[in-house]
């Protein structure tokens, strides 16, 4: 490895001091939703910076990172596999890819259609097959736009018993829950609220899929005074994003 850090370099106690400041925020988030023993899962996104800052999160405890360009992860899982990283793909997902993504992702967050769904089972029993991989967690990222012309991936609400049907039948799946992104504009808690509801009738279906993949660096809060139980944070963490090269 060329980019082992060293553990004092300043761009580790840059990133240490800003984990520091989101977990402080997550707990304060979560004590006042009287929550602060079930705190949620951070996953830090880390999509556009180097895979040694991924290093670097490891080396301070991080156990969870978000990717959502699978030629990106793909090449940062491979080249950190000694880091014993859980990789959670949250971008919007072409059905070629699934292959991919099933060789590395633990998690899907944008399970938004039955031909991904379909693509990623088989994918998945084929990963199994060969290497015993674990079954793939699979978040349906649900739309919270009203205006359903405007919206940037995600099942419309009504269509996500269908979709929670195929993947809980579908072997080397595991429904794992919901996920969303706020709608630019509005504020964020109707949308967590509106996506708490539609937790709450998948759960009355499924009872274990009790994940909501909600909050950003901009609306932790909201997402967590909502019922989030996966964070996923970048930019508060990492900084800003480097220009896409
Ligand atoms: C980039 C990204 C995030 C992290 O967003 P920040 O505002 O940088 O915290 C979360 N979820 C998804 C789907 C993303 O693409």
């Given at each position: 490895m060329?980019?082992?850090?060293?553990?004092?370099?300043?761009?580790?106690?840059?990133?240490?001091?800003?984990?520091?400041?989101?977990?402080?925020?997550?707990?304060?988030?979560?004590?006042?939703?009287?929550?602060?023993?079930?705190?949620?899962?951070?996953?830090?996104?880390?999509?556009?910076?180097?895979a040694?800052?991924i290093r670097?999160?490891?080396?301070?405890?991080?156990?969870?990172?978000?990717?959502?360009?699978?030629?990106?992860?793909?090449a940062k899982a491979a080249e950190l596999a000694?880091?014993?990283?859980?990789?959670?793909?949250?971008?919007?997902?072409?059905?070629?890819?699934?292959?991919?993504?099933?060789?590395?992702?633990?998690?899907?967050?944008?399970?938004?259609?039955?031909?991904?769904?379909?693509?990623?089972?088989?994918?998945?029993?084929?990963?199994?097959?060969?290497?015993?991989?674990?079954?793939?967690?699979?978040?349906?990222?649900?739309?919270?736009?009203?205006?359903?012309?405007?919206?940037?991936?995600?099942?419309?609400?009504?269509?996500?018993?269908?979709?929670?049907?195929?993947?809980?039948?579908?072997?080397?799946?595991?429904?794992?829950?919901?996920?969303?992104?706020?709608?630019?504009?509005?504020?964020?808690?109707?949308?967590?609220?509106?996506?708490?509801?539609?937790?709450?009738?998948?759960?009355?279906?499924?009872?274990?899929?009790?994940?909501?993949?909600?909050?950003?660096?901009?609306?932790?809060?909201?997402?967590?005074?909502?019922?989030?139980?996966?964070?996923?944070?970048?930019?508060?963490?990492?900084?800003?994003?480097?220009?896409?090269?």
């Amino acid at each position: 490895m060329t980019d082992a850090p060293e553990a004092g370099d300043s761009r580790t106690a840059e990133l240490a001091g800003r984990l520091v400041v989101v977990r402080r925020r997550i707990e304060a988030a979560a004590a006042a939703a009287g929550r602060e023993d079930r705190l949620p899962t951070l996953i830090v996104v880390t999509k556009f910076h180097p895979a040694a800052d991924i290093r670097r999160l490891a080396a301070l405890g991080v156990t969870d990172v978000g990717e959502n360009r699978d030629q990106e992860a793909a090449a940062k899982a491979a080249e950190l596999a000694e880091c014993g990283l859980t990789w959670h793909f949250v971008g919007q997902l072409q059905t070629k890819k699934a292959k991919s993504v099933a060789r590395y992702a633990a998690a899907v967050h944008s399970v938004d259609r039955p031909q991904l769904a379909e693509a990623l089972a088989k994918a998945v029993s084929a990963a199994r097959a060969s290497t015993g991989r674990a079954p793939l967690d699979c978040f349906i990222q649900v739309s919270l736009e009203d205006d359903a012309g405007a919206h940037r991936g995600g099942a419309v609400p009504a269509d996500v018993p269908r979709l929670a049907e195929q993947i809980a039948a579908s072997d080397g799946l595991r429904l794992a829950g919901v996920m969303a992104v706020a709608p630019l504009g509005a504020g964020p808690e109707p949308a967590f609220e509106k996506l708490a509801g539609v937790s709450a009738q998948l759960v009355a279906e499924h009872p274990a899929a009790t994940g909501i993949s909600a909050g950003m660096s901009q609306d932790l809060e909201a997402a967590i005074k909502f019922g989030a139980t996966h964070l996923r944070i970048g930019s508060d963490i990492l900084g800003s994003r480097p220009a896409v090269g």
